[in-house]
């Protein structure tokens, strides 16, 4: 068993007998900037300078925070800059986005700090990984090199991973989740408008779009056979995307690949599923008025249909640091979102997430889950996750949880709730 100083002492030897550079793979509420933050107090000296790189801007506010709460320094929030006072002097600390900094040449500082280090990882951004420094320090709880083995090798090549902790459930150290499984089929009972340009408008049920949609599928494939294709998505873009097909290719790519979007847009915004979490979210709230709710969908205009406020990339870092302020202070207590709340976002007393829709990315599901490890170490945080059985969201299902535990997962289906 291990405490939160154990983990931070261990990763701190680690970057230490490691130059100051690698990345540190280390669980969601476990403390990773307080691990920084004690590597520039224990290791750099006056007039020092580093620059920490963020994907959101809105993450620059949680850093100001925590050298607030760690050190004695002077922040200038305007230039997103940091003094921080140290014997005999200062060393500056710079705030910037990935977004802005890849473009920049000839520049160099003594610590350059990776946050959400998975996120540039990629062949755009990896150029922050080039920029001159004494020290490299990447932060992640979740690699993202499963299958990927181009970003491994960006890893291994600039900031290999040097320290891994995942146990903080295990060990008490963060609070605990408890995660649902919601079993779902899809039936008649949700029907959508159809615009057809042969039959008009007219009403069908989820079931026999999905039924429909799948038909589609598979003639598609079916093409693609005729093609010789044996990797369908693969030679689909290859052919149409690249145009690297001969005519009878590039249209036989065509149809698959349409045929599968529009299947997948068809899943990622089910009616049911959306009620399911609209109900299951105002049961949550009326049980306990000490309850909060964050849903997850994989569109932003599903999950505008679940609830009211939602924090999303397009819109304005004023509006959305607004709601996440309300939500922390409890003014509202049901948040939605797609991805834009999993990036090192700090909720307060958040204490249950539906995750509604979403696709196989197995870092993008435990970044989710992530964000219901901000409670005390003697909670418990629930988790709803929505199985839409017998579909290809059952196969998202599957990938998306590879890895996750779900041996005392809880079982129900979403009739007890529709």
């Not at 473009?103 to 990629?122: A, Y």
């Not at 963060?174 to 042969?198: D, E, M, P, Q």
Request: hydrophobic share 35%; net charge positive.
């Amino acid at each position: 068993m291990k405490n939160r100083q154990q983990v931070h002492l261990e990763a701190l030897q680690a970057l230490k007998e490691n130059n100051g550079t690698g990345t540190l793979n280390i669980q969601t509420g476990i403390g990773k900037s307080k691990i920084v933050i004690n590597f520039i107090l224990s290791v750099l000296k006056t007039y020092d300078t580093v620059l920490i790189l963020v994907p959101l801007t809105r993450l620059i506010p949680n850093w100001i925070e925590e050298f607030k709460k760690w050190t004695y320094s002077h922040c200038d929030e305007k230039k997103q800059c940091i003094t921080l006072v140290v014997p005999n002097g200062s060393i500056k600390i710079y705030l910037e986005t990935v977004q802005t900094a890849y473009k920049w040449k000839n520049k160099e500082w003594t610590l350059i700090v990776l946050d959400e280090i998975h996120t540039m990882v990629t062949t755009e951004y990896q150029a922050v990984m080039k920029l001159t420094s004494t020290y490299r320090i990447g932060l992640t709880a979740t690699t993202d090199i499963k299958g990927k083995t181009d970003k491994e090798e960006l890893y291994k090549t600039y900031c290999p991973i040097i320290y891994s902790y995942h146990d903080g459930e295990n060990h008490g150290i963060i609070n605990k989740t408890k995660i649902t499984i919601i079993n779902h089929k899809l039936t008649n009972n949700f029907r959508r408008l159809i615009l057809s340009k042969k039959n008009g408008k007219f009403e069908m049920g989820e079931a026999s779009q999905y039924e429909y949609l799948t038909k589609r599928v598979r003639a598609g494939e079916g093409l693609m056979v005729e093609e010789g294709s044996t990797g369908f998505f693969e030679d689909a873009a290859k052919w149409w995307w690249n145009k690297k097909g001969t005519i009878s290719q590039k249209t036989a790519g065509r149809k698959y690949l349409q045929s599968i979007t529009m299947r997948k847009t068809f899943l990622l915004s089910l009616q049911s599923t959306a009620e399911i979490a609209r109900k299951l979210s105002s049961k949550l709230l009326k049980e306990n008025l000490n309850n909060k709710v964050l849903t997850f969908s994989e569109l932003v205009s599903q999950a505008k249909t679940i609830c009211d406020n939602v924090v999303f990339g397009e819109q304005s870092d004023e509006d959305n640091n607004k709601l996440i302020q309300l939500f922390n202070k409890g003014e509202i207590r049901l948040l939605g979102s797609c991805y834009s709340l999993t990036l090192g976002i700090n909720l307060v007393g958040a204490n249950n997430a539906i995750i509604e829709s979403y696709q196989s990315s197995v870092t993008k599901g435990t970044q989710r889950i992530g964000r219901l490890h901000r409670l005390n170490e003697d909670d418990t945080a629930n988790i709803y996750i929505i199985n839409v059985l017998n579909t290809q969201a059952e196969k998202w299902f599957a990938a998306m949880t590879n890895g996750i535990d779900l041996t005392n997962a809880k079982v129900i289906s979403s009739t007890e709730l529709l």
